[in-house]
């Protein structure tokens, strides 16, 4: 995938977790474009961030969003089991295309 | 509440075309605005991008794919579909549809997804 995601994380409810993103200058460094959707199996994605740090309205404020360089960053406070998806990351990228990386699989311990 | 829907054969033949059409509701396809998209997910790997229509029916394509596919609209069924031609394995995914609107970076409604396996 364009985008690097660690596999999977894990942690217990009430915990906080985060996960990482990272891609180049020519994504996540270089726009503040990165998204981030939540993916329960069979259904469909539900966008959580957007543009780094933004949280549609509706979504929990327990869900947060960050970057540094080429790295961007989701953080989920306050682990709860419904929590428990894959969650992808994306980013505007050169040539006005989107590219996105190969998820990560949250576990509620 | 704007919805989506994927619809395809489920099974296409290596080198056949591949057609899905996606149905939206609660979004007019006739107003200004929105981008319909698809975008897919291989088997244990993470999403592409595939391309997208404008209402008005301009289109922009992943480069990587630009010379197979075709996206196409119908604004009086509210249904925009995906061609993607001379398919193999590597094109066995996950293809969803999905909604970004003018001057954002990100889709905000995606469809559930429909499998597509490719078989020799």
């Known amino acids: 995938s364009a985008l690097t995601q660690p596999a999977s994380v894990s942690g217990s409810p009430g915990q906080s977790i985060t996960i990482s993103c990272t891609g180049t200058?020519?994504?996540?460094?270089?726009?503040?474009?990165v998204s981030w959707y939540q993916h329960h199996p069979g259904k469909a994605p539900n966008l959580i961030i957007h543009d780094v740090s933004d949280r549609p309205s509706g979504v929990s404020n327990r869900f947060s969003g960050s970057k540094s360089g080429n790295t961007a960053s989701l953080t989920i406070s306050g682990l709860q089991a419904e929590d428990e998806a894959n969650y992808y990351c994306?980013?505007?990228?050169?040539?006005?295309?989107?590219?996105f990386g190969g998820g990560t699989k949250l576990a509620v311990l | 509440q704007v919805q989506l829907q994927e619809s395809g054969p489920g099974l296409v033949k290596s080198s056949q075309t591949l057609s899905l059409t996606c149905t939206v509701s609660g979004a007019s396809f006739s107003s200004v605005g929105n981008y319909w998209t698809w975008i897919r997910q291989h088997p244990e790997r993470g999403l592409e991008w595939i391309g997208y229509i404008y209402y008005s029916g301009n289109t922009y394509y992943n480069p990587s794919l630009q010379n197979r596919v075709i996206i196409s609209i119908d604004t009086s069924k509210n249904q925009f579909s995906l061609k993607l031609d001379s398919v193999t394995a590597a094109d066995t995914a996950v293809y969803y549809c999905?909604?970004?609107?003018?001057?954002?970076?990100?889709?905000?409604?995606w469809g559930q997804g429909t499998l597509i396996t490719v078989s020799s």
């Open positions: 200058s020519s994504d996540v460094g270089g726009y503040n474009h």
């Open positions: 994306g980013s505007y990228g050169s040539y006005s295309t989107w590219v």
């Open positions: 999905a909604r970004r609107i003018p001057g954002t970076h990100y889709f905000d409604y």
